[in-house]
């Protein structure tokens, strides 16, 4: 199981974040808190955070369906991020894990990750197990380049109706972005479907062009943030 999440740096509410008090009380633990407070550049360190709990919540999702996204359960070990993080280069790769706390049937699991991030965004990935980062398939795209390049991306019935329309246009780009990396690795024609699990919208499947079944063996994970969107793709063994 995977799951990814991505903060696009440019977009206007990424600046300043880290000031806002209310906001690092109510997701961060103490240590992640103090651990953005000290850096040398807050908004980073926080969105780095930020996107390895909203990763690992992803997978904590999939495997017991009913986990609600209690952010400071989330706990990002900062040790290991203590390195690399402020140069916001154009390709820095970190890694590290989350530990799971009183969250009934995952209570102190890891979730390992891995971040790649930039001047411009912070892409993280979380894995259950120790899977093979290497392994995945990631794409990562803005919109902008996405319209240019591609042709339109036609949902069919069963995808939109998984498409809320509030995030319309986010959510077509990012499919067509993951049918890209189906067709990659070999996949041929495909939907990518999320199913009601009551009042909510479970996480995206893959599922054959009209097949009845979802694709035994694999795994997919999609997000969006302000211009950008991303998209990953695991082979489970």
Same mark, same amino acid.
């Given at each position: 199981?995977?799951?990814?999440?991505?903060?696009?740096?440019?977009?206007?509410?990424?600046?300043?974040?880290?000031?806002?008090?209310?906001?690092?009380?109510?997701?961060?633990?103490?240590?992640?808190?103090?651990?953005?407070?000290?850096?040398?550049?807050?908004?980073?360190?926080?969105?780095?955070?930020?996107?390895?709990?909203? *990763?690992? !919540?992803?997978?904590?999702?999939?495997?017991? =369906?009913?986990?609600?996204? /209690?952010? %400071?359960?989330?706990?990002? +070990? #900062?040790?290991?991020?203590?390195?690399?993080?402020?140069?916001?280069?154009?390709?820095?790769?970190?890694?590290?894990?989350?530990?799971?706390?009183?969250?009934?049937?995952?209570?102190?699991?890891?979730?390992?990750?891995?971040?790649?991030?930039?001047?411009?965004?912070?892409?993280?990935?979380?894995?259950?197990?120790?899977?093979?980062?290497?392994?995945?398939?990631?794409?990562?795209?803005?919109?902008?380049?996405?319209?240019?390049?591609? *042709?339109? !991306?036609?949902?069919?019935?069963?995808?939109? =109706?998984?498409?809320?329309? /509030?995030? %319309?246009?986010?959510?077509? +780009? #990012?499919?067509?972005?993951?049918?890209?990396?189906?067709?990659?690795?070999?996949?041929?024609?495909?939907?990518?479907?999320?199913?009601?699990?009551?009042?909510?919208?479970?996480?995206?499947?893959?599922?054959?062009?009209?097949?009845?079944?979802?694709?035994?063996?694999?795994?997919?994970?999609?997000?969006?943030?302000?211009?950008?969107?991303?998209?990953?793709?695991?082979?489970?063994?």
């Amino acid at each position: 199981m995977i799951g990814n999440d991505l903060v696009d740096l440019l977009a206007r509410e990424a600046a300043g974040k880290s000031r806002d008090a209310r906001f690092v009380k109510r997701v961060f633990t103490e240590r992640e808190a103090e651990w953005v407070a000290r850096a040398a550049n807050p908004d980073r360190a926080l969105w780095t955070l930020w996107a390895a709990k909203e *990763a690992a !919540y992803k997978v904590a999702k999939k495997l017991r =369906a009913g986990t609600i996204f /209690a952010h %400071s359960r989330f706990e990002v +070990a #900062v040790d290991s991020l203590l390195s690399g993080i402020e140069s916001g280069g154009e390709s820095t790769h970190l890694s590290g894990y989350v530990l799971v706390q009183r969250i009934p049937g995952l209570e102190r699991r890891r979730f390992p990750l891995e971040w790649t991030t930039s001047s411009s965004f912070i892409h993280c990935v979380a894995m259950d197990g120790e899977g093979d980062f290497h392994s995945l398939k990631v794409a990562i795209a803005r919109r902008d380049d996405l319209d240019r390049t591609g *042709a339109d !991306y036609h949902p069919t019935a069963r995808e939109q =109706a998984s498409i809320t329309r /509030a995030r %319309s246009a986010e959510s077509l +780009a #990012v499919r067509r972005l993951a049918r890209a990396l189906a067709s990659e690795a070999g996949l041929g024609e495909v939907e990518i479907v999320r199913e009601h699990v009551g009042v909510e919208l479970g996480p995206p499947r893959l599922y054959p062009r009209e097949g009845a079944l979802p694709l035994a063996g694999w795994d997919i994970t999609l997000s969006h943030d302000g211009s950008m969107v991303a998209a990953v793709l695991a082979r489970c063994i």
